[in-house]
DNA sequence: TGCCCGACCAACCGGCCGGTCAGCAGCCAT
DNA sequence: ATGGCTGCTGACCGGCCGGTTGGTCGGGCA
């Protein structure tokens, strides 16, 4: 009877169709509307039960929370495993993953919002580090390659890898939060063309934006 | 009697010094929790005073809210008057531009926070539009300064302007959102050095990863 | 002095919140 | 048939929510 906030479900994926369904509706409200704006009727009408079934199933409102984050997170997989193995120059790879990051960011718009929003929440929120998680392995992943491709000369020895590594997510997480806002601006063009955007960014990464 | 939604004050800086302390405990919970996390009670504590007093001020909750988001856009002023003045290169002021703009986040973090949440919230919410509108101020000031660098030769004439000013807003609001993230990963040592942080960026926009 | 008006507040309202619980339909083993 | 078990539900709870009300207080003004 203690208040114990551990998570029930070790393998929450699908143990049957009703929790997958209740994981899908949470990731989709508390995506779109923040944790707090999201009642438990809604998610229950959303998935098709009632709230009671919720609670069922999950101990309370904050650990079902948890649960679509984590499910969220655990479908991020490192996102280089197939870029390296891809073969080709540092700065080819490094456009590859752009490429495949905004790409997966795109395809799965709920689990990245609901990271997203998590990462830039109040710190010393439970499942803050759960969003951490996905995030450092990319990030620690891209920075190991900027690294090497300082280390066979390809890239300028003089730069801050972090720095680097902090460049690329951030036009690729930028394009995605604010492209609804970015769309209805008359200066940009490539709103709809996510491809085209991060070749134009790699282009300036790589070279500049000074003439050579 | 009716239920206009039209905001009470126009010039609602600073009629009467409850008035801003409760704009000012509006700024900080929202920005801090969201609107939805945040309960009039809390806010009336914070700004030290009551729940009807506020109602007195305000016709609504989400009155409030938006008050708090004029108030904050307001004071964004755009960032390049200063920086046009300044004389120099295009790329010197880019970076100029780039530095008043992190320090302007960082030492109104509250008012940064307040705007750029909106600015991810979902769309057709009212307010959001306020939000865009200093982003908007900006960003099309920035893609002008970048033109202009264009056409006197300064800069590359073949990248899409728009996409350098998206890079660099992007570099800056990515290290105000996530610095409490980056903070602690052993890769990144800028986390408490903005000035650094944008050199490194500056230099990267500029000139390129790959060496010369 | 008497009065008026805006700033302010304690107490209250209906309603929705997160969360609980007794019990029901179906199904399988006995 | 029957008793228990599982998956599930409608009805309900106390509490907090956004918002209202009736009224106090104090300074300008006649």
Redesign the pocket.
């Known amino acids: 009877m203690a208040k114990t906030v551990s998570v029930k479900k070790v393998a929450v994926k699908e143990c049957?169709p009703?929790v997958s369904r209740i994981l899908a509706a949470a990731e989709k409200l508390f995506s779109k509307h923040g944790f707090a704006a999201?009642?438990?009727?809604?998610i229950a009408k959303e998935a098709g039960?009632?709230?009671?079934?919720i609670?069922?199933?999950f101990r309370?409102?904050?650990d079902l929370h948890q649960a679509a984050l984590r499910f969220a997170a655990e479908s991020i997989k490192s996102l280089l495993e197939n870029v390296e193995e891809s073969g080709g120059t540092v700065s080819r790879k490094l456009e590859l993953f752009a490429q495949a990051h905004i790409e997966g960011m795109h395809s799965h718009p709920d689990m990245s919002r609901l990271i997203l929003r998590e990462l830039l929440t109040d710190s010393r929120k439970r499942g803050r580090e759960i969003a951490e998680s996905g995030f450092a392995r990319n990030f620690s992943a891209l920075t190991t390659l900027v690294r090497k491709g300082q280390k066979n000369g390809e890239l300028r020895k003089d730069l801050d890898p972090a720095a680097v590594t902090a460049l690329v997510l951030a036009a690729n997480i930028f394009f995605f939060q604010n492209n609804d806002v970015l769309r209805h601006y008359r200066e940009v063009t490539f709103a709809d063309d996510p491809e085209g955007y991060v070749k134009t960014v790699s282009e300036i990464l790589l070279n500049g934006i000074r003439p050579r």
């Open positions: 049957c009703v999201v009642s438990m009727s809604a039960t009632s709230k009671a079934n609670y069922h199933h309370a409102k904050d």
